[in-house]
Nanobody, 115 residues
Framework: QVQLVESGGGLVQAGESLRLSCAAS????????MGWNRQAPGNERELVAS???????TYGDSVEGRFTISRDNSKQTVDLQMNSLQADDTAVYYC?????????WGQGIQVTVSS
């Protein structure tokens, strides 16, 4: 089992930045990929960004160029730097970790961008 705890969400104005952090605990030695998804009201959950142990990254189309994901393999933490935030970025953001063929998810953290 892997447990994930997110931090850093909140309310910001459009154009501002915010940084989300996530810490994994439990069976962290088998984690391969870590990342973030998000879900806005009435929408399906979508990929924001993910990163593998070797540093390969993937970004959702709507955040490419504005968001940056980073990972500390020694601590099994993953951060999401979000710049130039827009109202459409308002959502609950979920941290995830892929280990032993299973995706584990945190409880989610609210990010609200006011226009």
């Amino acid at each position: 089992q892997v447990q994930l705890v997110e931090s850093g969400g909140g309310l910001v104005q459009a154009g501002e930045s915010l940084r989300l952090s996530c810490a994994a605990s439990g069976r962290i030695f088998n984690i391969w990929r870590m990342g973030w998804n998000r879900q806005a009201p009435g929408n399906e959950r979508e990929l924001v960004a993910s990163v593998t142990t070797s540093g390969d990254t993937t970004y959702g189309d709507s955040v490419e160029g504005r968001f940056t994901i980073s990972r500390d393999n020694s601590k099994q933490t993953v951060d999401l730097q979000m710049n130039s935030l827009q109202a459409d970025d308002t959502a609950v953001y979920y941290c995830g970790a892929f280990a032993d063929g299973i995706w584990y998810w945190g409880q989610g953290i609210q990010v609200t961008v006011s226009s």
